[in-house]
């Protein structure tokens, strides 16, 4: 089977079968032209010859790809090949699939930015603690700069989970693990100060951040970390 007569058929499959977007057929198509034009040049575009590369031909191609792509891009050039010779398996144009073992490259993970002592120091005295929803918002931040809990860990946290007089308190996270974190002097200050006003009961939820349906607390670290 010629390659631009597979191509279209392959492409009439997305759509009819697969239901994909035309932006993501149009995709497809420019990775996969790319694909064969690289690796058998012109002539290949209207022959069969790519029914007959093997793995190794479509690795030199990736390789060759990665000097100038980046890994994400080389990701969904391999999806596409994938995703093609799958199908022409199905039609019996092929009894192999070449790219079946091939795993495309670990995407670079984004070093995390940090804030400064200065950033912090402003995030930690944003809250006005006269109030009792300042003071809310100040143990909160207080418990999540100690213990590094996530904001939806802090505002589900029940006050059973919390021993101030051991200075711990108890998180249950993903999969149901549980974990023991010690509080630390300054959270343990401003969780005491703010236990001593809350009216809670025992079972309920701790700390709510929501204030006029935004959490504060998130959108202050938004605001300080942009």
Known sequence: MPFDQALAAFMRYLHLAQGLSRATQQAYQRDLRDFVLRTGGETAMTSAAWLSWQEADIRQY???????AKPQTLARRLAAIKRLYKFALHQAWLSRHP???LQAPKRQQAIPSVLSEQKINALLAAPE????LGLRDRAI?????A???R???VVSLPLAQIDLAAGLLMVVGKGNKQRIIPLGEWAHDWL????????????QILLRAVLMSVP???VLIYQLCN
């Open 147 to 149: 213990t590094g809990l």
């Open 99 to 101: 790219a079946q073992q």
């Open 151 to 153: 904001v939806s860990e």
């Open 141 to 145: 931040l207080e418990l999540m700069y």
């Open 192 to 203: 005491g100060q703010y236990l001593l006003l809350a009216s809670t009961q025992s079972g």
């Open 129 to 132: 603690v006269a109030t009792p």
């Open 216 to 218: 504060f607390v998130v």
């Open 62 to 68: 990736l390789v060759d790809l990665s000097a100038e």
